[in-house]
């Protein structure tokens, strides 16, 4: 038996509405004006009311996240790495060109700004199209 199949023993009972004439129409059982009367936030503890209060009034859904990626420049994997190196994110740790973000290894992009002269093999990053033909162009190699 799970969650989903498990069903009330006991009957719904129907909603009741109010305001729309009857025997509940007009104050609807909430008395004539007042603070209790009215529809809205005022029937709730000072203290609650102003904390909803500082909220910011957004509209929409509202979603920012966290862009977690280190960016590199191809002058800096010249200067840094020898001919036929390997260029992975840890490397790039080990060698100080990146930081790591919330105690990890972040992801990696390289752009292509400055020129690349030895031939590199290029593992587990992301590299713009520019920065891809220039590797490939001096007889590097690049995977994802």
Same mark, same amino acid.
């Given at each position: 038996?799970?969650?989903?199949? *498990?069903?009330? &023993?006991?009957?719904? !009972?129907?909603?009741? !509405?109010?305001?729309?004439?009857?025997? !509940?129409? =007009?104050?609807s059982g909430r008395g004539v004006k007042g603070q209790r009367s009215r529809a809205g936030t005022r029937k709730m503890q000072p203290i609650v009311?102003? $904390?909803?209060?500082?909220?910011?009034?957004?509209?929409?859904?509202?979603?920012?996240?966290?862009?977690?990626?280190?960016?590199?420049?191809? &002058? %800096?994997?010249?200067?840094?790495?020898?001919?036929?190196?390997?260029? =992975?994110? %840890? %490397? $790039? $740790?080990?060698?100080?060109?990146?930081?790591?973000?919330?105690?990890?290894?972040?992801?990696?992009? *390289? $752009?292509?700004?400055?020129?690349?002269?030895?031939?590199? @093999?290029?593992?587990?990053? @992301?590299? &713009?199209?520019?920065?891809?033909?220039?590797?490939?162009?001096?007889?590097?190699? =690049?995977?994802?």
């Amino acid at each position: 038996m799970q969650l989903h199949n *498990i069903k009330p &023993s006991h009957q719904k !009972r129907p909603r009741k !509405r109010i305001g729309r004439g009857g025997k !509940r129409g =007009t104050y609807s059982g909430r008395g004539v004006k007042g603070q209790r009367s009215r529809a809205g936030t005022r029937k709730m503890q000072p203290i609650v009311r102003e $904390l909803i209060k500082r909220y910011p009034k957004l509209k929409g859904y509202r979603f920012n996240p966290k862009k977690e990626i280190a960016v590199v420049a191809l &002058s %800096s994997l010249d200067k840094n790495f020898k001919n036929g190196d390997e260029v =992975t994110p %840890s %490397s $790039l $740790l080990e060698k100080g060109l990146i930081g790591k973000i919330r105690g990890g290894i972040p992801k990696v992009k *390289i $752009l292509a700004q400055g020129e690349i002269k030895k031939k590199l @093999t290029v593992k587990g990053c @992301t590299f &713009s199209e520019a920065a891809r033909q220039k590797i490939e162009k001096a007889g590097g190699k =690049t995977m994802k």
